[in-house]
């Protein structure tokens, strides 16, 4: 039986993990973890903060993901937003999805990522 998600990988461009640690510790305050010696050697990058990790994997014909994402969930979502903007990212907001504000942004190599919080009753 699943239990829980245990992580969500990305794809990435060769070359591009040091855009990807600016990005991810820098602007969303994620943790860098350290990968496995045996599957750093492929490159790549894996984030945690608390229970959430993200693993960003090299792909060498890399396209990104602009449709597939993960749902990220925050707190203070407009602190969260703003903070985003303040790095020069774009924060696209969708209220469409009821019971919760959200919006989209995308990671320097242009994976979509959403971010959202439940609505106040």
């Known amino acids: 039986m ?3 998600v245990d992580h969500v ?11 990807l640690r600016s990005y991810y510790v820098d602007v969303l305050g994620l943790t860098e973890i350290p990968k496995p010696p ?7 990058c ?4 608390g229970p959430v990790q993200l693993h960003l994997g090299i ?6 993901a602009r449709k597939a ?6 707190v203070d979502i407009e602190t969260y937003a703003a903070r985003l903007e303040a790095h020069g990212a774009t924060v696209v907001r969708d209220e469409n999805l009821p ?14 990522l959403e971010f959202l919080e439940a609505s106040a009753p």
């Open 2 to 4: 699943i239990t829980a």
């Open 9 to 19: 990988q990305l794809a990435a461009p060769p070359g591009s993990e040091e855009r």
């Open 38 to 44: 045996a599957l750093a050697a492929r490159g790549g």
């Open 46 to 49: 894996w984030f945690r903060t």
């Open 59 to 64: 792909e060498e014909d890399f396209r990104p």
């Open 69 to 74: 994402h993960p749902g990220l969930r925050v």
């Open 99 to 112: 019971g919760y504000r959200r919006f989209y942004s995308a990671d320097p190599v242009g994976n979509r």
